[in-house]
């Protein structure tokens, strides 16, 4: 399944072109690609800037990660990966505490398991 997702990120526009054999691996990308900039601490819409970090991993090795970052409260939303590239999600906007280091925050992945989802 072939998706474009068209967006402004910051004060470019910025087109995401995806080729996904699961097509709700490419929903769930466009999703979370097309989502709207709101920031869930302060309820702001119009202060979201897309940043990136680089961090550390436990084994030494260097990666990047996206946030988008509040500019009103400074609270930040981390972009996260589900695990066997199923796609990706967002974490939800809080505020950055001393003492958490940022790579913790990346690597705790959100997964829900089948069984877990009530129908
Ligand atoms: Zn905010």
Not at 22 to 43: F, H, M, R
Not at 110 to 117: F, G, H, K, P, T
Request: charged share 35%; net charge neutral; proline share 2%.
């Amino acid at each position: 399944m072939q998706l474009t997702i068209k967006r402004n990120i910051n004060k470019a526009v910025v087109e995401f072109k995806l080729d996904e054999r699961d097509e709700k691996v490419a929903l769930g990308k466009a999703i979370t690609l097309a989502v709207e900039d709101y920031c869930d601490n302060c309820k702001a819409s119009n202060s979201i800037v897309w940043r990136q970090n680089k961090a550390t991993d436990e084994k030494g090795g260097n990666f990047i990660y996206i946030k988008r970052r509040c500019t009103k409260c400074g609270a930040e939303s981390t972009l996260g990966e589900y695990q066997g590239g199923l796609g990706y999600f967002w974490k939800k906007f809080e505020l950055y505490k001393k003492g958490i280091p940022q790579d913790k925050i990346v690597e705790d992945t959100e997964e829900v398991r089948l069984e877990d989802v009530p129908f």
